[in-house]
């Protein structure tokens, strides 16, 4: 029997690894996900699942995060065919800017919420409806965002990824590229190697530890908390404040985030930064005080020096990145998914990605 050798090995089993996965396989390549640890527990775990695609992203990404913020009831749609429910949910945002990002909502063309349309629509923000910045009371603005379950979501991409025919292996890391004339042929891991003519490295924070190329992603850190409200539907919308985010879920949990944090691969949570997150949860909505806490935990978000994802191909043949996606990589991975599989299977990309190359690094 001859050694098994795969057209791609997808290096990364978090939510963008598995989503470029399904579409590979879709168009007929056989692919293999080597996860280091459990699939879809690092960053894809730990994540909010807000799909922002507005003013807070940057002005170079805007076009790939509103394509596949419309893409997503389509991608959410072909998961439905295994038993994890998705939690898609369609009820919008509202958001209280930061002083420095209210001339953009403007410019933008939203329109600002009265405090009686607002209590009206989430009574649940009771006196905390208009932070006051100095003398002034901070407008809220409505848009029209979804959000989602990511761990959910990992879940069912992980299902889907397995009854398509994508292979997994886990719990062993990829310890480099292996080449042969220059040319990909496979990778190694601790305990074993495989083979494959071409390698996408969508490993998030550890992509850098991985040769040949030196991608310069970093592990930033974010905590949450999870609430468990009093009542199922408290909150409607997503809330977002320069203090914090709050996450409504189908279930009645409320997600409270988060941090960014420079501190490494420490995925530890701080019980001061805890309590802080819930004062601040508190103070948004005061019913939360009646809230149960359920769990706290920490995720390591793939930074870039220029906050952009970096997409494509490389200069070693055989060598492709899709990582760096920071804060954005479940509102992105359905377009990352399609790109990037365009780009390994030599077609041309449905979106520029020039922003997004590795050659932008020296």
Not at 197 to 219: E, H, L, Y
Not at 233 to 238: A, F, P, S
Request: aromatic share 6%; glycine share 10%; hydrophobic share 40%.
């Amino acid at each position: 029997m001859g050694v098994r050798n795969w057209d791609v090995l997808v290096v990364g089993g978090g939510i963008i690894g598995l989503s470029l996965a399904i579409e590979l396989r879709r168009n007929g390549a056989s692919v293999l996900v080597v996860e280091r640890g459990e699939v879809g527990r690092e960053a894809s775990y730990a994540a909010g699942g807000m799909l922002a695609d507005g003013i807070e992203t940057p002005p170079a990404l805007r076009e790939l995060a509103g394509a596949s913020a419309r893409m997503y009831p389509e991608f959410v749609r072909e998961l439905s065919e295994g038993s994890v429910r998705v939690d898609l949910r369609e009820q919008g945002t509202i958001l209280f800017p930061s002083f420095e990002d209210m001339d953009a909502c403007s410019k933008a063309g939203l329109t600002a919420l009265t405090a009686a349309s607002l209590a009206e629509i989430e009574p649940a923000l009771g006196n905390s409806i208009g932070p006051v910045i100095g003398t002034s009371i901070r407008p809220a603005f409505f848009l029209n965002e979804r959000s989602v379950d990511p761990r959910a979501l990992t879940s069912a991409v992980l299902q889907t990824a397995k009854h398509r025919g994508v292979d997994i292996s886990s719990g062993d890391p990829v310890t480099s590229v292996n080449l042969s004339d220059g040319h990909v042929v496979g990778v190694s891991t601790s305990k074993t190697s495989f083979l494959a003519g071409k390698v996408v490295n969508c490993a998030g924070a550890w992509s850098g530890q991985i040769g040949p190329c030196a991608f310069p992603t970093r592990p930033v850190k974010g905590q949450m908390l999870c609430l468990l409200s009093p009542q199922r539907e408290l909150l409607k919308h997503v809330i977002r404040s320069p203090e914090i985010y709050l996450i409504p879920r189908s279930d009645g949990r409320i997600l409270a985030g988060s941090t960014v944090e420079e501190a490494g691969f420490d995925k530890r949570t701080d019980v001061l930064t805890i309590q802080r997150l819930h004062r601040e949860a508190m103070a948004l909505a005061p019913a939360l005080r009646e809230a149960k806490i359920l769990e706290d935990w920490a995720g390591l978000r793939p930074g870039t020096s220029d906050s952009l994802p970096i997409l494509g191909a490389t200069a070693t043949p055989g060598y492709y990145v899709a990582t760096g996606h920071f804060r954005d990589g479940i509102l992105l991975a359905p377009v990352t998914a399609r790109v990037m599989a365009q780009v390994i299977e030599g077609k041309t990309p449905d979106y520029n990605l020039a922003a997004f190359s590795p050659d932008r690094f020296p």
